[in-house]
């Protein structure tokens, strides 16, 4: 990827409180990583596990839009 590319971030998680961190800051990730969006699709299967929080994690998948 290059620094000016834009991506697609999927995101998935159980935790309720990480989906509602994502959920109240969306505006500000996308703008951050110039997403184009955040789904959830493909993320619960192929993504990185990332420990976040007090012991949440989410799966995280990037790809160039």
């Known amino acids: ?26 505006r500000l990730i996308m703008e951050e990583t110039l997403a184009l969006a955040i789904d959830e699709a493909g993320a619960a299967e192929t993504g990185a596990p990332v420990p976040v929080g007090d012991g949440q994690s989410v799966r995280i998948r990037i790809e160039k839009a």
Not at 1 to 17: H, N
Request: hydrophobic letters at 35%; glycine letters at 8%; zero cysteines.
């Open 1 to 26: 990827l290059d620094i000016t590319d834009r991506i697609r971030i999927g995101l998935a998680t159980g935790d309720q409180d990480v989906r509602q961190a994502v959920e109240s800051h969306r």
